[in-house]
T-cell receptor, first 114, second 110 residues
Framework: DTGVSQDPRHKITKRGQNVTFRCDPI?????LYWYRQTLGQGPEFLTY????????KSRLLSDRFSAERPKGSFSTLEIQRTEQGDSAMYLC????????????FGQGTRLTVV | RKEVEQDPGPFNVPEGATVAFNCTYS??????FFWYRQDCRKEPKLLMS???SGNEDGRFTAQLNRASQYISLLIRDSKLSDSATYLC???????????FGKGTLLTVNP
């Protein structure tokens, strides 16, 4: 499978715990995006990488959220001290810089904070 | 004003109907435009890009009006399998950020 891969698919955690999600983009894609989606809403932008550089981070993203893409390939999104309001689907997408620039999404990680 | 606004929906139509979705965007510097489709509890999937001259893919037609900052999607002869949420997406030309609308839910009934 050469699509965007996310792990885990589901995560249930207790409030206050830290969680980390992983995204493996399509191999030739140098842009990687993280989005969050709650029921009945469109995906909400969190952050974006071009290669290993984090170029933009949403103002809505609190200091408890951090993302990395150390070698310009896979990325991780960490949420520290989770809160119930963090419960959502976390989506990763990737795109290329040349030719077709459409973004392709992974299947997402569904986080439930109890 | 929201960056990307769509018809609130939901839309319920019979099979074979023609349905149109509308979307407006606020950033006049936006460069690229897309329609994505999202099935329940699944990830968004690209339906089609939207070009300035308008484009068609089978039963689907997308239109862009840059002057009005307006995008549309027309589905002809709707099928049961078209039932999904349709997301209007705008890409910023300077930072390549994708901004999504809230989505419009379509249900096609037999």
């Amino acid at each position: 499978d050469t699509g965007v891969s996310q792990d885990p698919r589901h995560k249930i955690t207790k409030r206050g715990q830290n969680v980390t999600f992983r995204c493996d983009p399509i191999s030739e894609h140098n842009r990687l995006y993280w989005y969050r989606q709650t029921l009945g809403q469109g995906p909400e932008f969190l952050t974006y990488f071009q290669n290993e550089a984090q170029l933009e981070k949403s103002r809505l993203l609190s200091d408890r959220f951090s993302a990395e893409r150390p070698k310009g390939s896979f990325s991780t999104l960490e949420i520290q001290r989770t809160e119930q309001g963090d419960s959502a689907m976390y989506l990763c997408a990737s795109s290329s810089t040349g030719g077709r620039t459409e973004a392709f999404f992974g299947q997402g990680t569904r986080l439930t904070v109890v | 004003r929201k960056e990307v606004e769509q018809d609130p929906g939901p839309f319920n139509v019979p099979e074979g109907a023609t349905v149109a979705f509308n979307c407006t965007y606020s950033n006049s510097a936006s460069q690229s435009f897309f329609w994505y489709r999202q099935d329940c509890r699944k990830e968004p999937k690209l339906l089609m890009s939207v070009y300035s001259s308008g484009n068609e893919d089978g039963r689907f037609t997308a239109q862009l009006n840059r002057a009005s900052q307006y995008i549309s999607l027309l589905i002809r002869d709707s099928k049961l399998s078209d039932s999904a949420t349709y997301l209007c997406v705008v890409k910023d030309g300077s930072n390549y950020k994708l901004t999504f609308g809230k989505g419009t839910l379509l249900t096609v009934n037999p």
